[in-house]
């Protein structure tokens, strides 16, 4: 309600800017109606954002606070991924570690990944909230790296139980992927 009020009022305001400019001109100016459009978008989508990015304690968070969060939830899918069917084994432990350096750059321990499987198994880490929250601030390319990394682990012991399809599938939805994309990424895991 608040984002359609600040919208009226700039909406309001923008009018009386066009009307006054057009009335001192003796013309319309028609690159202020383009000016008052931008205002009413800006205004809802300023306010919109700014709650929603509260309400997902995501606001004020840099770009690396983001950046990791992002590779966290990663992580934690891929772990989560690799428990589902039971057990992490030493092939998803590989696909993990190796995806994590490919991803970030960075030499991920193999017990920190044992640990955080560990954690996933125990403690049922809410990985759908988590990723739902993330998702409007990742881009088109992370939003694959994670549908795709959580198929690369199931894949990664030769055979992906009905368990892991359905938290990939989990997975792809939180992440605002179409069951169209998430084949097309599946497509292009299993030919290489």
């Known amino acids: ?16 800017i066009w009307t006054g400019a057009t009335s001192l001109a003796g013309y319309e100016v028609g690159w202020l109606t383009w000016g008052v459009g931008a205002l009413v978008g800006y205004g809802v989508f300023f306010v ?3 709650r929603t990015a509260r309400g997902l304690g995501l606001a004020g968070m840099s770009r690396q606070a ?4 992002y590779q966290s ?6 772990a989560r991924v690799g428990v589902s069917d039971g057990a992490v ?16 750059g ?20 809410e990985l759908i909230p988590l990723l ?12 694959e790296t994670i549908v795709r990394s959580a198929i690369q682990v199931g894949l990664a012991n030769g055979s992906v139980g009905d368990e892991e399809q359905r938290l990939v599938s989990e997975i792809a ?19 290489g």
């Open 132 to 143: 739902e929250r993330l998702s409007p601030h990742l881009d088109t390319a992370q939003r």
């Open 73 to 78: 939830a990663l992580l934690v899918a891929m």
């Open 66 to 69: 983001l950046e990791a969060a």
């Open 106 to 125: 960075l030499e991920v321990e193999e017990e920190k990944i044992r640990l955080e499987a560990e954690n996933a198994a125990a403690e049922d880490t």
């Open 48 to 50: 919109l954002g700014t």
């Open 1 to 16: 309600m608040k984002g359609i009020t600040f919208g009226l009022i700039s909406g309001v305001a923008g009018v009386a």
């Open 173 to 191: 939805t939180a992440v605002d992927v179409s069951d169209g994309h998430l084949h097309g990424i599946l497509a292009r895991v299993v030919a």
């Open 89 to 104: 084994d030493e092939s998803e432990l590989g696909s993990i570690r190796s995806i994590l350096q490919e991803v970030s």
